[in-house]
């Protein structure tokens, strides 16, 4: 059982950076990809981006391609998301999330463990 707690969000205004962490507890397996995911109101939840928990190798949406960074730190068991110059439709509870290796990123079904997600409000 793995334990995954959001924290950082919070409300900016647009072009304002903000960092969320994600805290992970437990057992954690290698063979597993660390993601986050997004959910703005009235949407469906869609996949942000994500880092391999061996080799740190990231894949990001084109939505946040050049302004979202995430990262980990696998000793600390610790996911970051980097977000820079935000915009309104950035709006959304953020989630982390994990997923078994072999399946895919783009379905959320495949996420076998899931944080409680924190708000980020990007006000215009």
């Known amino acids: 059982q793995v334990q995954l707690v959001e924290s950082g969000g919070g409300l900016v205004q647009a072009g304002d950076s903000l960092r969320l962490s994600c805290a992970a507890s437990?057992?954690?397996?290698?063979?597993?990809?660390m993601g986050w995911l997004r959910q703005a109101p009235g949407k469906e939840r869609e996949f942000v981006g994500d880092i391999t928990w061996i080799g740190g190798r990231t894949y990001y949406a084109d939505s946040v391609k050049g302004r979202f960074t995430i990262s980990r730190d696998n000793a600390k068991n610790t996911l970051y998301l980097q977000m820079n110059s935000l915009k309104p439709e950035d709006t959304a509870v953020y989630y982390c999330?994990?997923?078994?290796?072999?399946?895919?990123?783009?379905?959320?079904?495949?996420?076998?463990?899931w944080g409680q997600g924190t708000q980020v409000t990007v006000s215009s």
């Open positions: 437990g057992r954690t397996f290698s063979s597993y990809v």
């Open positions: 999330a994990a997923r078994p290796a072999y399946s895919g990123r783009y379905s959320i079904s495949e996420y076998r463990y």
